[in-house]
């Protein structure tokens, strides 16, 4: 069974810092990949996701994630954070045939400082 | 974006009560699914469903039911609540685009049981 893991449970940055949050999968076949966001009170939005091709994907508001296959990890980047941006994230996989069942990390809280 | 309904937002019931808790998407979705999320934890999958008449466990076994009557409409049932089964449930449903699937997730039910 396909596992994911998120290396950061809280991160805490200022205004206009960079940002990197790790996700490592463990699974040895095709994989689908995303980054989804929770935003305070509101429903998880898929913020990217990677099905083939280009191994670095842009998603909305600025975020974008690089594939690196053999080292299972689909980190997430932002190159200057907004206070806006502080939220739950959490990474993704699903194998590509089936159900194509998510199975998440356990999520990275992100609270920016103004 | 898909519009996935969920009722109610927020539940709170006595120990022994049958619940049901609502999910809709009038997007036309076959795949279906619930995960259940403890605070500050990844989701788990504890149903998901192929369409009408098809439903199937999910990752994590789960004592609720699920039903898949029409196409839009994806109800899970406790038949006695207890206090374990406190939590927050999230309904998705999924759409096949750009070479793979991607979910949309509902804004949730957040159960206490008490």
């Known amino acids: 069974a396909q596992s994911v893991s998120q290396h950061n449970h809280h991160v805490i940055l200022s205004e206009a810092a960079s940002l990197e949050l790790g996700c490592n999968y463990s699974?040895?076949?095709?994989?689908?990949l995303f980054w989804y966001v929770q935003y305070p009170g509101q429903h998880l939005q898929l913020l990217l996701k990677y099905f083939s091709g280009d191994p670095l994907v842009k998603g909305i508001k600025g975020f974008e994630a690089e594939f690196i296959k053999s080292k299972f990890s689909f980190n997430l980047r932002k190159p200057s954070v907004q206070w806006s941006d502080t939220a739950e994230y959490f990474c993704?996989?699903?194998?590509?045939?089936?159900?194509?069942?998510?199975?998440f990390g356990q999520g990275t809280r992100l609270t920016i400082n103004p | 974006e898909a519009d996935i309904y969920q009722t109610p937002r927020y539940l709170v019931i006595g120990t022994g009560k049958k619940i049901t808790l609502e999910c809709s998407q009038t997007m036309g979705h076959d795949k279906m699914y619930w995960y259940q999320q403890d605070p500050g934890m990844e989701l788990h999958l504890i149903h998901y469903?192929?369409?009408?008449?098809?439903?199937e466990k999910g990752d994590l076994s789960s004592e609720s039911t699920v039903s898949r009557i029409r196409t839009e409409h994806f109800p899970l049932t406790l038949e006695s609540a207890r206090p374990s089964h406190t939590s927050q449930y999230l309904c998705?449903?999924?759409?096949?685009?750009?070479?793979?699937?991607?979910?949309?997730f509902g804004a949730g039910t957040r159960l206490s049981v008490l």
């Open positions: 998705a449903s999924s759409e096949y685009r750009q070479g793979g699937s991607i979910q949309y």
């Open positions: 699974y040895g076949g095709t994989v689908n």
């Open positions: 993704a996989v699903s194998v590509i045939q089936g159900a194509q069942k998510l199975v």
């Open positions: 469903s192929y369409g009408v008449n098809s439903t």
